[in-house]
């Protein structure tokens, strides 16, 4: 059974890594919050395979903390973003902040396609 | 502590797996997919069935009623706030257009070419005019689609 429990452990730390790929490549913060929300459920889905494989329950009062913080950080975050939207007239694209990266992406794409 | 002997432990460490992959693929996901929506899609199952899972796997090995309960509340906890953060987090997306237009099929929050600037979102810190026909009626001059009084 020691392989089962290495299986789990191996499944959730390759998933956490590449949450953190995604968390360092970016590209808008908006991927980040996205990726920091999905690294709490992860961190809290390995605390709960822990405790449920040691028949341990000492860590799951953690997990009730954890999941609040994940809602209450990714929510703060996401109003935080929509109150820099300041509308400039016109287009309705806002300022302050680069263009969104898939954007300029899709508009590269379209310059090469003339 | 962590043996394995009955059909109910079993059970629960199947379903620890399966929580356990949902949580593999959420990170597949996340680096795979090309846009925020689509990254949210991805994050999503860990958040829901992912968490639901494990919650339940480790219901049936953990034995006492009190961790059975925190367990309960941390699953009902991720049902309630999963739906609200995802609604916050993509609004803010489509408005700050991280979101691959090209590529969406139906875009129903599309508004027309000529939407008035006025009532063109419901931002933080936005406070309705407090005479909406004048108000209308002057944005739309300053636009340019009325002519000048």
Redesign the interface.
């Given at each position: 059974?020691i392989a089962?429990?290495w299986?789990?452990?191996v499944?959730?730390g390759?998933?956490?890594?590449?949450?953190l790929?995604?968390l360092a490549r970016g590209p808008?913060l908006?991927?980040r919050?996205?990726?920091t929300?999905?690294l709490l459920?992860?961190i809290?889905?390995g605390l709960?395979?822990y405790?449920?494989?040691?028949?341990?329950?000492t860590v799951?009062?953690v997990?009730?903390v954890v999941?609040?913080l994940?809602?209450v950080g990714?929510?703060s975050v996401?109003?935080y973003?929509?109150?820099m939207?300041l509308?400039s007239?016109g287009d309705?694209?806002?300022v302050g902040?680069p263009l969104?990266?898939?954007?300029r992406i899709?508009r590269g794409a379209e310059e090469e396609r003339r | 502590m962590s043996d394995v002997d009955s059909v109910r432990d079993v059970v629960a460490v199947v379903l620890l797996l399966a929580g356990a992959f949902l949580c593999l693929t959420a990170g597949l996901g996340l680096v795979r997919f090309h846009d925020v929506l689509t990254r949210m899609h991805a994050g999503t199952k860990p958040q829901v069935l992912g968490i639901l899972l494990i919650m339940i796997g480790g219901a049936i090995r953990l034995e006492g009623w009190s961790a059975t309960w925190m367990l309960l509340l941390v699953a009902v906890f991720q049902m309630l706030t999963a739906p609200v953060s995802a609604h916050m987090i993509s609004r803010v997306a489509y408005r700050r257009r991280h979101v691959r237009r090209d590529l969406l099929l139906v875009d129903e929050l599309r508004t027309g070419e000529a939407a008035d600037r006025l009532y063109r979102g419901d931002e933080p810190a936005d406070a309705p005019p407090e005479e909406p026909a004048t108000a209308l009626e002057e944005s739309r001059r300053d636009e340019g689609t009325l002519p000048p009084a």
């Amino acid at each position: 059974m020691i392989a089962v429990f290495w299986a789990a452990y191996v499944m959730l730390g390759a998933g956490a890594l590449l949450t953190l790929v995604r968390l360092a490549r970016g590209p808008s913060l908006l991927d980040r919050v996205v990726a920091t929300d999905v690294l709490l459920v992860i961190i809290s889905a390995g605390l709960a395979v822990y405790a449920a494989l040691q028949r341990d329950p000492t860590v799951v009062p953690v997990l009730v903390v954890v999941s609040l913080l994940a809602f209450v950080g990714s929510v703060s975050v996401a109003r935080y973003i929509g109150g820099m939207l300041l509308t400039s007239g016109g287009d309705g694209q806002d300022v302050g902040l680069p263009l969104a990266d898939e954007e300029r992406i899709a508009r590269g794409a379209e310059e090469e396609r003339r | 502590m962590s043996d394995v002997d009955s059909v109910r432990d079993v059970v629960a460490v199947v379903l620890l797996l399966a929580g356990a992959f949902l949580c593999l693929t959420a990170g597949l996901g996340l680096v795979r997919f090309h846009d925020v929506l689509t990254r949210m899609h991805a994050g999503t199952k860990p958040q829901v069935l992912g968490i639901l899972l494990i919650m339940i796997g480790g219901a049936i090995r953990l034995e006492g009623w009190s961790a059975t309960w925190m367990l309960l509340l941390v699953a009902v906890f991720q049902m309630l706030t999963a739906p609200v953060s995802a609604h916050m987090i993509s609004r803010v997306a489509y408005r700050r257009r991280h979101v691959r237009r090209d590529l969406l099929l139906v875009d129903e929050l599309r508004t027309g070419e000529a939407a008035d600037r006025l009532y063109r979102g419901d931002e933080p810190a936005d406070a309705p005019p407090e005479e909406p026909a004048t108000a209308l009626e002057e944005s739309r001059r300053d636009e340019g689609t009325l002519p000048p009084a």
